[in-house]
């Protein structure tokens, strides 16, 4: 086509559309090379179109462990049927692409994937192959994490499906409800007015009987356990409402005034707003409900009879096993090294940003990651025994104990509902003299005008628009009493590896000496590091690519573990050594020395950097008069650095806290929110009155959290901040509505100045202003 | 207007049954995941053409 539009190139790169689906590109899948695209199907597919071949997966599991007896008794997996939690699908692309996996392996059955729970459902046929169908998926561009089916899970959907069924039988009752009552208010006559109000009863009876048996259960619950709850007056007011419509039902005079149309589309409405709530959050759940993700799935156990290494499912590991851990490979369990040296990053457990020297000797941690050599280990714990295995533990442990916060609606029903009883029985003692008949009629009208719909209503719409309205800014909150909780903390702990920092290393500063030939020395960097796994090399060769340095061909490289590189360059000899330098400088957390012929020719200093928008983020909380703390489990001087970097006052910065003391912390202080990320912060995360997970952060936390952030870093807390108040500021100026035309209508039905008739219209009205007002909610969210 | 006899009963009836469909629809779990059937919907029942997802 001959038509070009004039195409803003800050609009695109800020909005970028998948160039296979053209749906929108999701911040972590920009920036990088070439075209964009929104998930790994629409780019395998693209590449199949294009005749690629697949590529192979880039984990280095070959999932041999799937076709283990041990583990497929273990996952239910006998017949041959297994779900997998597959990373990042996103559009009908993936879909496409897993539904077509019969196709591609010879030996699956079937396979559907439920696209909101990125569960994938596989059937392979006897002696087909789940570790071939995993690796296929893993070649599309989904790493797949096998599901245990959990009861939980089942019972969920069990729950979920009866909730609906109640709410399918409500919705058709009222809606033939209606008929009749238009009839009926619009003077039926004395003949058709006795049957419409009898077949009315009979529409009703499935709603009292079937569909509200929930508010009933929950009433009695609640009733039990001495408490008051928003269902107690809902249920009295269907039990009056019902047994005056019955009344009235044998009294032909009165035959109008059954009210069982306003009871049933009350008893609708109030399930059809727990059932969405109920849906919103399972969903803001299960997008969080990632797979135990902390230790690998499998590991290389050594078989006795045939002195080899075979994969194994992680739990099936025993004490005294030998496992091998190539670099680059997590520990699956707490053991001993026998053989090997190595460097471990232990940021999973202590926060040290430092990577950790480990010799024949040394204990290693599940969940720690093995960085440059292969390490043979014997294991000392598994499973839920390890370190880790203990802290997820905790975390559970936490989460249960958690102190149910009263929340306002529950607080203010408990006053309304006890108010609005002692005002009927008032009515009723001052009325009954007078007329029986009009003492019943004028009781009947304030219980309708009283109605707690709006009430019970208000504050889950409320809550419900903010979450979904979070979720389009990248947070993903868990329920809908968080920004309650959220609104009333008046401090804040923050991470500092991985949430207010990057979380890797960086390259903070490279200095070449004065007098040496820069473009030579980088480039003989760059050569000598290129082939080099570990982080610090890493590091080093994504700063001089960014840089543009052109390599010159090094020969003779050798690395020796620990120690440094060393390699011929042009005819010099060059060689890279870690400085003893403190590293208490700043950011910095390590320095490298660049030698020429024994000539110290530059100095590479590593660390931690402070994220893009932290400081900015942290300026804005204490501008909402919160207290923003550091809590680290690094060292004080990198702590303070960083405290310094995003203007947190030294004061407020704890340093060298484990997971324990962290958890201290937060428990002392119960007004406080935690944002971090680690497995080190899920205990804390799960203490606090309202736990944020960061973007990165291990998947653990995400069960801990009750917030979880799409995009790395802190820079939406004002904002989430901002909203949960706003929240909170809408659900009360409803419970203000509610309270004024409550007020009103209550007076006007006491004296007898409304008919049930008129309250049954009144009610519908204001509940619809209120819904109104929490739909249309706060500002910063939107 | 005496047909009112005979069609109420009917209607009652019409609508039990179709509450009786929805709680068999229900009950299949045909509401469990209202996200994946309109990607399904957009993608061709047929073969993909040269679509070879072997490795070659």
Aim: proline fraction near 4%; charge should be neutral; aromatic fraction near 8%.
């Amino acid at each position: 086509m001959a038509l070009t539009l004039p195409i803003d190139a800050a609009a695109v790169s800020a909005d970028a559309l998948c160039v296979h689906c053209g749906t929108a590109v999701p911040e972590h899948r920009k920036g990088g090379p070439g075209e964009a695209y929104c998930c790994a199907g629409c780019e395998t597919l693209a590449a199949v179109f294009r005749g690629a071949s697949l590529p192979k997966g880039t984990s280095g599991e070959d999932y041999a462990y799937l076709d283990d007896a041990d583990f497929r008794r273990l996952y239910g997996a006998n017949d041959g049927a297994i779900d997998f939690y597959l990373e990042g699908v996103h559009c009908s692309a993936c879909v496409w692409l897993v539904d077509r996996l019969p196709q591609a392996v010879p030996g699956v059955k079937s396979a559907a994937l439920d696209l909101s729970r990125s569960v994938a459902h596989i059937t392979v046929a006897p002696g087909g192959s789940l570790a071939e169908a995993a690796r296929r998926l893993e070649s599309f561009g989904f790493r797949p994490h096998a599901v245990k089916d959990g009861d939980a899970e089942l019972l969920q959907k069990k729950e979920n499906r009866k909730l609906l069924t109640r709410l399918g039988v409500a919705a058709a009752s009222v809606m033939n409800l209606m008929l009749f009552a238009i009839a009926l208010y619009s003077g039926a006559g004395q003949e058709w007015g006795v049957y419409f109000a009898w077949a009315s009863f009979a529409f009703y009876l499935p709603i009292v009987f079937y569909s509200a048996v929930p508010f009933y259960a929950s009433t009695f619950a609640s009733l039990r356990a001495r408490r008051m709850s928003i269902d107690v007056p809902i249920v009295i007011g269907i039990a009056v409402g019902t047994a005056l419509g019955v009344r009235n039902l044998f009294h032909p005079g009165q035959i109008e005034e059954i009210y069982f149309d306003s009871l049933g589309t009350l008893v609708f409405l109030l399930l059809a707003s727990r059932y969405l709530v109920r849906r919103a959050q399972q969903k803001s759940l299960s997008s969080a409900q990632v797979v135990f993700r902390m230790m690998p799935a499998s590991c290389r156990r050594l078989v006795p009879e045939t002195g080899r290494y075979q994969t194994a499912a992680v739990e099936l590991l025993r004490a005294g096993d030998r496992v091998e851990v190539r670099a680059g490979e997590t520990f699956a369990a707490d053991g001993t090294v026998l053989a090997g040296e190595s460097e471990v990053n232990t940021a999973v457990l202590s926060g040290e940003t430092r990577p950790e020297a480990v010799a024949p000797g040394s204990v290693v941690f599940a969940g720690t990651v093995n960085l440059s050599g292969v390490l043979h280990v014997q294991v000392d714990t598994s499973g839920a025994a390890t370190r880790v295995g203990r802290i997820v533990k905790m975390v559970q442990d936490a989460a249960a104990r958690r102190t149910p916060i009263a929340n306002a609606a529950d607080r203010i029903a408990f006053w309304f509902t006890f108010a609005v009883l002692a005002l009927g029985a008032l009515t009723l003692l001052y009325w009954w003299p007078k007329d029986s008949s009009l003492a019943l009629n004028h009781v009947m009208a304030l219980f309708i005008v009283t109605c707690p719909c709006a009430l019970a209503m208000s504050a889950p719409v409320a809550s419900l628009v903010s979450m979904s309205r979070a979720a389009k800014h990248g947070m993903l909150v868990k329920g809908p009493d968080v920004f309650e909780k959220l609104a009333t903390v008046d401090r804040i702990y923050l991470d500092k590896t991985g949430t207010l920092t990057e979380g890797e290393f960086g390259v903070v500063a490279f200095t070449v000496a004065p007098g040496a030939d820069a473009a030579a020395v980088k480039g003989a960097a760059l050569a000598l590091e290129r082939g080099s796994t570990h982080p610090i090399a890493r590091a080093i060769v994504a700063h001089l690519m960014a840089e543009g340095v052109c390599e010159i061909p090094a020969v003779d490289v050798r690395e020796t573990l620990g120690a440094g590189v060393d390699g011929v360059v042009a005819g010099r000899r060059y060689s890279l050594r870690r400085l003893d330098a403190p590293a208490a400088a700043g950011e910095v957390v390590t320095s490298i020395a660049l030698y020429e012929d024994n000539r110290q020719v530059a100095v590479v200093r590593l660390g931690d950097r402070v994220r893009a928008g932290a400081a900015e983020a942290v300026a804005a909380l204490r501008g909402a008069k919160l207290d923003v703390h550091l809590l680290s489990g690094d060292n004080a001087a990198a702590a303070r650095a960083a405290a310094a970097a995003v203007g947190i006052a030294p004061e407020n910065v704890h340093a060298g806290a484990s997971p324990e003391d962290k958890l201290a912390v937060v428990k002392a202080h119960p007004g406080a929110a935690m944002v971090g990320d680690g497995a080190n912060d899920s205990a804390a995360l799960a203490a606090a009155r309202v736990g944020v997970a960061v973007h990165g952060g291990m998947e653990v936390s995400l069960r801990a959290a009750d917030v979880y952030f799409l995009k790395p870093g802190v820079g939406a807390l004002p904002r989430l901040v901002a909203g949960a108040r706003e929240t909170v500021a809408v659900i009360y100026r409803n419970f203000g509505f509610s309270l004024v035309y409550n007020l009103i209508g209550a007076a006007a039905a006491v004296t007898g100045h409304m008919s049930p008739l008129a309250a049954a219209v009144l009610m519908p009205i204001s509940s619809f202003t209120i819904l109104a007002s929490s739909v249309r909610g706060g500002r910063s969210l939107r | 207007m005496n047909v009112l006899y005979f069609i109420l009963p009917l209607s009652f009836l019409f609508a039990a049954g179709c509450v009786i469909v929805f709680i068999r629809a229900t009950l299949d779990g045909q509401w469990d995941d209202l996200d994946t059937p309109a990607h399904r919907i957009l993608l061709d029942d047929s073969e993909p053409p040269q679509g070879d997802l072997h490795d070659r």
